[in-house]
C-alpha cells in the first residue's frame, strides 16, 4: 500500500512496544519513519533493519523527549535526511502504577515529564515544519474513560494528552494542521510484560470485561495511526479514536 507515499515521518519511543508497531506500519504505507528513541539504539537499529529488509526507508534518531534542545536536533535530523515533515506521532510514554497514598514528587514528575512535557516539546517544535496535509497523532489511553484503580498520575497525564489534542486541534486547524489521539486499552508490549501488568489480575479482569474478550495487540494500534496520518482521514481532526477493542 501506498498511501503515505511522499511523507515523512517521526514516531517518539519507536524503539519497541506500540511505536515500533506504528514506526512499521507507516513505513509499509510507503512514509519515511525517523524511529525516535531514548535509551536503546540497539533496538531502535533493529525496527530500522527490519523496515529496510521490508523494502521501506526509515532511520533510528535517539532524543530525550523532555528536553528541548534533544527535541530540536530530532527534528532537524528528520527534515536534514528526508528533506520535510509530515507526520508527527507522539507515542513515547511511561506508566507507573501506584497507590494514592505512594505519590512522590518524584513519580508525578516521571510521568508527566515523559507523557505530557515531551509531547508538548514534540509538537511545538515540529509545528513550525508542518504545513497543509500534515498530521499529529498522540498516543492517549483508555484509562481516561476506565479510571483504574491506582493510576491517578498516569491517568491524570493522559488526561492532559486529551485535552491538549482538542487544544492543537484547534490552534493547528487554520494551518491546515490536524491533530488527533487514539487511546489503547491494554496492550501486550514490552512495556505492560515489564511492568507485570501482563499476566496479572488487571490483565484478567480486562479480559473479562472487554466486549472482544482480549487485550490488545500492536498491531490493532497502528493501522489506526496510518489512518489518522493519510489523506483518507483529512476531515477527521480533534478525534480521540478508543483502540481498545469497546474496552471503556
Ligand atoms: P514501551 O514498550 O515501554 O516502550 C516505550 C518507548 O518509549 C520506548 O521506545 C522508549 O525508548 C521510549 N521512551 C521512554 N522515555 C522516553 C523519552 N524520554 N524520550 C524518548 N523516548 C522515550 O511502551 P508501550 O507499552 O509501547 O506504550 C507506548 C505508549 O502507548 C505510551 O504513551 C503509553 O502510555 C501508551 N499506552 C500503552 C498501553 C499499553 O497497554 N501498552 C495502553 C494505552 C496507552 P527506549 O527503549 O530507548 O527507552
Known sequence: MNKLKDKVAIVTGASKGIGAGIARQLAADGARVVVNYAANQHAA?????????????????????????????LVHAAIRAFGRLDIVVNNAGIYQFARIEETTEE?????????????LLVAGVAAAHLGKGASIINIGSNVTRVFPAESAIYTGSKGAID???????????????????????????????????????FHAWYEQQSPLGRIGQVQDIAPIVSYLASDDARWVTGEIILGSGGMR
Open 45 to 73: 537499529d533493529r525496527v530500522v533493519a527490519d523496515i529496510e529488509a521490508a523494502g521501506g526507508v526509515a532511520m533510528a534518531v535517539g532524543a530525550d523527549i523532555t528536553r528541548r534542545t534533544e527535541v530540536e536536533a
Open 107 to 119: 513519580r508525578y514528575r516521571q510521568q508527566f515529564d515523559i507523557n505530557v512535557l515531551g509531547p
Open 163 to 201: 485535552a491538549i489534542t482538542g487544544v492543537l486541534a484547534r490552534e493547528l486547524g487554520p494551518r491546515g494542521i490536524r491533530v488527533n489521539a487514539v487511546n489503547p486499552g491494554l496492550i501486550d508490549t514490552e512495556g505492560t510484560q515489564a511492568a507485570g501488568v501482563i499476566g496479572s489480575d
